[in-house]
């Protein structure tokens, strides 16, 4: 087995429970791991063989473009649409952070951090 990580993915959106962060959105930063096995990708050397990171973007970056209320939500349709797509994943850790949140004190992120293995 072997992993791929994309680390601090950063968009822009709105999500969140407040009204007001519907309309003026904040910074968000997402990390992403998955596990995969990679033998035949270490000797064929083709892409085809392995996890594009390119399309593990995509599906962040698509799924943080859709409002939610939690974190958590983001989450866990980032890890459903990564295991609905890419059938060589078997485990996924994906953490989603809401950078300088509106929580009324000096926090420089909140982050919710979910793991699942595909069933």
Known sequence: MGTIKLQNIRTFSFHGCLMEESKIGSDYSIDLEIKTDMRKSATSDELHDTVDYVHLNKVVVEEMAIRSKLLEHIAHRIIKRI?????????????????????????????????????
């Not at 295991?83 to 953490?95: G, H």
């Not at 809401?98 to 979910?114: F, H, Q, R, S, Y």
């Open 83 to 119: 295991f609905d797509e890419i059938p060589a994943v078997s485990r996924v850790i994906v953490s989603v952070s809401k950078l300088n949140p509106p929580i009324g004190g000096d926090v420089e992120a909140v982050t919710v951090v979910m793991e699942e293995y595909r069933s």
